[in-house]
Structure formats: structure tokens, C-alpha cells
């Protein structure tokens, strides 16, 4: 039996989809203020992570996936149950650290306590596309500079653990990914503000790819499309393209290329 904790858009809905078309059972769960489009079986505290492993393992439970992005939440100490008590120092060394720290001690956390940890991708495998041209028109000398300042840039937000994606336009960086999320980050430019720029998105160096390996979907492509740009190039193998059909659409629609780049 699989436990999805879903956070927010596209993805937790695509994993479960997945999973029980497979044949596994799937216990949703969420924390306490995560607004997800999936409905959930169980709503959960950090406070209260030890009660919920507990809970998951009688309830079947061997297998943990975690997809969908959440803010990271506070720990009040007088909401502690006593099953979580022992975990504390670590939940605490976890929300000190930035994402891809955080994130690998939650993963030993549930390591520890006999669960496997899956990747979204593993139970989504249509989900990683292939090296090339996605859609529109094959890359220009400018676009593949772009690309490759994109790709330099991303890699500097890695090993700061910042983000995951930039956007650049003739050589010069827009804007970069922070903790709202790239979605955010598109939103927060002007209509237009970055037009004929690329949007540029690849995992962290190193990351534990089992955990918020990075994603886009329609929205991120009507966002950027809303922002001016001309380009969405993703690390091939390394991002995740959700409904892409509905990507394709959206992205010829606003003459958009999006290039998975090897």
C-alpha cells in the first residue's frame, strides 16, 4: 500500500491516477493548511509525524510517495504528540536547513522507520520527456546562449539550495527561482516583462531525485506566455512534464517552444 502526502497542483493527481491503475492502493494525506486538488484520507501536523508513521504502518502502509509543493510549516511544541517527541531534534534540524536538506532528512526519517520512499516519476513514467524539440521551432543562436546562461545560473541556485529555475533574456537573468515556486516567480512579472526571454528549469546538482525532482504544466506555460517569453527549456531526464497535451496546446497556441535539452 502506498501513502501519497500531496501538496499542492498537478502532480499528487497524476501519482495517485497512476497507482491505482496499477493496482495499489493509495492512502492520501496532507498537512493542515495545503490546499491540494486531490482529496485527502488523512490531514496531519509536523507535530504529529510520529502518530501518522505509526498509523500508516497498521494501516498497511510500505511504501511513501511525496509530491506536490507545500510551504514549509512551523512546529509548536505544545502540539507534539508523544510519538513525534523522539523525532524532534531531527524534524528541527530539518526546517533549519534549506529544501534539498530538509527534504533528505524527512526521506531518512521514513527510511528509518521501514518505508520505502518512492519517486513521483517511478509511478509516473510518462512523465520525463525525451531529448528534443517538445514544440515550436528549433532553438536560434540566441535562445541556445540563453539556454546555456540558464543552465549556469541554475547551477549556482544549486549549490545555495535556492532554487531550481531562472529566467533569462539575451544573455541577462530576469528573475530566479526562490521558496514560492516558479509558477510564483512567472507571476510576478509583469505581462510581457520578460519578452523573447527563456524560462530555464533542471534539478539541484546532486539532489535526491526521489524528492522534489522539478515540474511543469499548463499553468506554468500560460504563465510564461503571459510573461512575454519565447522559450521553455527543461533538463532532459531531470523535470517532469505534466498533461502534455495540454502543454502542447497551450504552448503552440502562444508560439511557444519548449525544448528538453540534453
Known sequence: MLALIAGRGLLPVEVQRHAVAAGEAVIVCALEGVETDIATDIQFRIEKLGGLLKTLRKRGVTRVCMAGGIDRPKVSLAALDAATLPLLPRVRA???????????????????????????????PDALP?????????????????????????????????????????????????????????????DGEAGGGILYKAP???????????????????????????????????????????????????????????
Open 130 to 190: 525525451a531529448a528534443g524539440i517538445f514544440t515550436g521551432t528549433d532553438p536560434d543562436e540566441r535562445m541556445r546562449k540563453d539556454a546555456a546562461k540558464g543552465e549556469a545560473v541554475a547551477h549556482g541556485l544549486s549549490v545555495l539550495d535556492i532554487g531550481q529555475a531562472c529566467i533569462v533574456r539575451g544573455g541577462q537573468v530576469i528573475a530566479v527561482e526562490a521558496q514560492p515556486g516558479t509558477d510564483w516567480m512567472l507571476a510576478s512579472l509583469a
Open 94 to 124: 530539518a526546517l533549519s536547513k534549506g529544501d534539498d536538506g530538509a527534504l533528505r532528512e524527512v526521506i531518512a526519517i521514513l527510511e528509518d522507520k521501514g518505508f520505502e520512499v518512492v519517486a513521483a516519476h517511478e509511478l509516473v
Open 204 to 262: 539541484k546538482q546532486g539532489q535526491d531525485r526521489r524528492v522534489d525532482l522539478p515540474v511543469i504544466g499548463p499553468e506554468t506555460v500560460r504563465r510564461a506566455a503571459t510573461a512575454g517569453l519565447r522559450g521553455i527549456v527543461i533538463k532532459a531526464g531531470g523535470v517532469m512534464l505534466l498533461d502534455p497535451t495540454s502543454c502542447r496546446a497551450e504552448a503552440d497556441a502562444a508560439g511557444l517552444t519548449i525544448w528538453v535539452r540534453d
